[in-house]
């Protein structure tokens, strides 16, 4: 089935980066576009960017687009999210999934904290 293993969280103040990985292992993921997703303490989870199998169709939430960038190492089985200029806002647990998420792919996520 698969699963999947983020990292690269971390604590930062506004107008920081950070750069999240997500470490997928079975032979799902050379087969299905890939996402990243984030929720926010009461909030629910949003989706954050998506990513073809080949890199040729990539999408953003209005909120990240121009600072966030998705790509992926389909050699490395990873995916990752550079997050340039931060704000407060983007304070959340971010994880990733296959674009339409499936219930087991849930993992534990890496937090994200963004002071003012």
């Known amino acids: 089935e698969g699963q999947v293993v983020e990292s690269g969280g971390g604590s930062v103040q506004a107008g920081g980066s950070l750069r999240l990985s997500c470490a997928a292992s079975g032979p799902m993921f050379r087969n299905v576009a890939m996402g990243w997703f984030r929720q926010a303490p009461g909030k629910r989870r949003e989706t954050v960017a998506t990513i073809s199998l080949y890199s040729d169709k990539i999408k953003y939430a209005d909120s990240v687009r121009g600072r966030f960038s998705i790509s992926r190492d389909n050699a490395k089985n990873t995916v990752y999210l550079q997050m340039d200029s931060l704000k407060p806002e983007d304070t959340a647990v971010y994880y990733c999934?296959?674009?339409?998420?499936?219930?087991?792919?849930w993992g534990q996520g890496t937090q994200v904290t963004v002071s003012s």
């Open positions: 999934n296959s674009e339409i998420p499936l219930d087991h792919l």
